[in-house]
T-cell receptor, first 108, second 128 residues
Framework: DIQMTQSPSSLSASVGDRVTITCRAS??????LNWYQQKPGKAPKLLIY???NLQSGVPSRFSGSGSGTDFTLTISSLQPEDFATYYC??????????FGQGTRLDIK | QVQLVESGGGVVQPGRSLRLSCAAS????????LYWVRQAPGKGLEWVAV????????DYVDSVKGRFTISRDDSKNTLYLQMNSLRVEDTAVYYC?????????????????????WGQGTLITVSS
């Protein structure tokens, strides 16, 4: 199975900050990497698919990049509603479909 | 609009059974693969089971193989998860999710899947 590792596990930042979250795959997955945002008590929400494609309705301050084994999610200017937990998910070979362990983004 | 609504959660003793349902609306249900994904309290996301759009294939995470069965009734636009021999470690919020973007690359394998819609989740607590 392909293992996904996110870093950092948690992060504190302020409104207006630029934030980057990293996801590393245990083997090359091309560009088959997706990002989700989850707020407490809510279902995950798709932000980005296939590394860099913004899901409809997602603000343009979110962007994704990478290829092979290393990927990043960047929020260019944090907004209050962005404080949440973020998960990456590989879609190179499924099933099994695997997620990273999550990155919790808190207000500093 | 697309909606997925789970039901059937609750408190159950270890070893007992439970069936979850996920009622779908707002899209062509039979055209999509569907997943159950769970999240234990304070933990991350874990896929549980998948069923392909035509029902021809299904698969499970190793920890539930032989105990859980995923199924779908396209006439009712409903996804199910039959959960038998429940264990304490099955305690979690269970989400159904619609899979899009997947392309077959080999028998029972896809590439490019992601989840564009999720239900609100239903909590299963397995406790004596």
């Amino acid at each position: 199975d392909i293992q996904m590792t996110q870093s950092p596990s948690s992060l504190s930042a302020s409104v207006g900050d630029r934030v980057t979250i990293t996801c590393r795959a245990s083997q090359s997955i091309g560009n088959f990497l997706n990002w989700y945002q989850q707020k407490p008590g809510k279902a995950p929400k798709l932000l980005i698919y296939a590394t860099s494609n913004l899901q409809s309705g997602v603000p343009s301050r979110f962007s994704g990049s990478g290829s092979g084994t290393d990927f990043t999610l960047t929020i260019s200017s944090l907004q209050p509603e962005d404080f949440a937990t973020y998960y990456c998910q590989q879609s190179y070979i499924t099933p099994p479909l695997t997620f990273g362990q999550g990155t919790r983004l808190d207000i500093k | 609009q697309v909606q997925l609504v789970e039901s059937g959660g609750g408190v159950v003793q270890p070893g007992r059974s439970l069936r979850l349902s996920c009622a779908a609306s707002g899209f062509a249900f039979s055209s999509y693969g569907l997943y159950w994904v769970r999240q234990a309290p304070g933990k991350g996301l874990e896929w549980v089971a998948v069923i392909w759009n035509d029902g021809s294939n299904d698969d499970y995470v190793d920890s539930v193989k032989g105990r859980f069965t995923i199924s779908r009734d396209d006439s009712k636009n409903t996804l199910y998860l039959q959960m038998n021999s429940l264990r304490v470690e099955d305690t979690a919020v269970y989400y159904c999710a619609r899979s899009v973007g997947g392309v077959p690359i080999a028998q029972q394998l896809l590439r490019g899947e992601h989840f564009d819609y999720w239900g609100q989740g239903t909590l299963i607590t397995v406790s004596s």
